[in-house]
């Protein structure tokens, strides 16, 4: 996770957010994912929190890996300083820089098995 960070430290288009503001919504198209700085980030699929993101983490690769309109909102926990990465930086990043893209990889792994254990829970 630390590798990540250093990727994107010194990025120049950092953007804060405060607690309780959106980063974006469910439904909205995808211009870029957010790698996040600093703070925490809650992760809502319709009005169900699926993950708390924080430093080092990332949200909003779904919907740049799928060309879709995003599947989920973020809004911001705490006050969070943020990277944007738009579709193309994104693409060299995960051609280019192998942690990076084991990463990515990771984080949606992580909340495929934190939605499993929901679905599950909830049938129980």
């Known amino acids: 996770m630390s590798d ?3 990727l994107f430290r010194e990025e120049p288009g950092r953007l804060s957010r405060q ?3 959106f ?3 469910e439904g909205e198209a995808a211009r870029e994912m ?3 700085l ?3 980030v809650e992760v809502l699929v ?4 699926v993950d708390v993101a924080g430093p080092g983490s990332i949200v909003g ?6 060309e879709l309109p995003r599947a989920a909102t ?3 926990l705490t006050a969070c300083a943020l990277v944007p990465v738009n579709a193309e930086a994104f693409q060299s990043l995960v051609q280019k820089t192998p942690p990076f893209a084991l990463h990515v990889m990771r984080v949606m792994a992580e909340r495929l098995r934190r939605m499993n254990r929901m679905v599950v829970d909830g049938l129980e």
């Open 46 to 49: 319709g009005n169900l929190r």
């Open 4 to 6: 990540v960070l250093s």
């Open 38 to 40: 600093d703070g925490e």
């Open 19 to 21: 607690a309780g503001e």
């Open 61 to 66: 690769e779904m919907a740049l890996i799928e």
């Open 23 to 25: 980063i974006f919504r």
């Open 34 to 36: 957010f790698v996040i």
């Open 74 to 76: 973020a809004r911001a």
